[in-house]
T-cell receptor
């Protein structure tokens, strides 16, 4: 079946450092790929998405590119802030949106 | 306001009691989902629904019951709560499009004593 693998962390960075969170997937067909963010005590919010190969999703300084050849969707940000401290989930959607698969989440802590 | 709302946000109950967590969405999305989130297990799908009166089991359905008599509501019932059901429960909805995302509620934190 479909699956998502991501580095589990925790990841601790200093403010203004470069962030990469790796995500790889296994899926049949042509899934859509997502990054969700969960701030403490809140639900998951969509951070960005890409729906086909070579698409780049971007939002709030975060970027991820849908790489079909390497089945990857790595999340990057050039300069993290303390306010980016959260848990980040990589996910895919297949089968016309009735099958969402999530990675285990990566906890990011950014220190001032 | 439009969106997806869960109630109650916090609930403490005792083993053996019945508990119902409510979920309401205002977008008329076809699909609705219930997940539980536990440390070390990430998000696990309990049940989902493709439309009113259509529900199906997810990864961890045992001990839970759902219904969907109206498109906008998707309640989750724990018929006889156990301590292992202590968790944070998230309701979510989606349009059913292959490119569409999940929209999550804020979660319901349930503690079973």
């Amino acid at each position: 079946g479909d699956s998502v693998t991501q580095m589990e962390g925790p990841v601790t960075l200093s403010e203004e450092a470069f962030l990469t969170i790796n995500c790889t997937y296994t899926a049949t067909g042509y899934p859509s790929l997502f990054w969700y963010v969960q701030y403490p005590g809140e639900g998951l919010q969509l951070l960005l998405k890409a729906t086909k190969a070579d698409d780049k999703g971007s939002n709030k300084g975060f970027e991820a590119t849908y790489r079909k050849e390497t089945t990857s969707f790595h999340l990057e940000k050039g300069s993290v802030q303390v306010s980016d401290s959260a848990v980040y989930f990589c996910a895919l959607s297949n089968n016309y949106g009735q099958n969402f698969v999530f990675g285990p989440g990566t906890r990011l802590s950014v220190l001032p | 306001d439009a969106g997806i709302t869960q109630s109650p946000r916090y609930k403490i109950t005792e083993t053996g009691r019945q508990v119902t967590l409510m979920c309401h969405q205002t977008w008329s999305h076809s699909y609705m989902f219930w997940y539980r989130q536990d440390l070390g297990h990430g998000l696990r799908l309990i049940y989902y629904s493709a439309a009113a009166d259509i529900t199906d089991k997810g990864e961890v359905p045992d001990g839970y019951v759902v219904s969907r008599s109206k498109t906008e509501n998707f309640p989750l019932t724990l018929e006889s709560a156990t301590r292992s059901q202590t968790s944070v429960y998230f309701c979510a909805s989606a349009t059913g499009s292959n490119t569409g995302e999940l929209f999550f509620g804020e979660g319901s934190r349930l503690t079973v004593l």
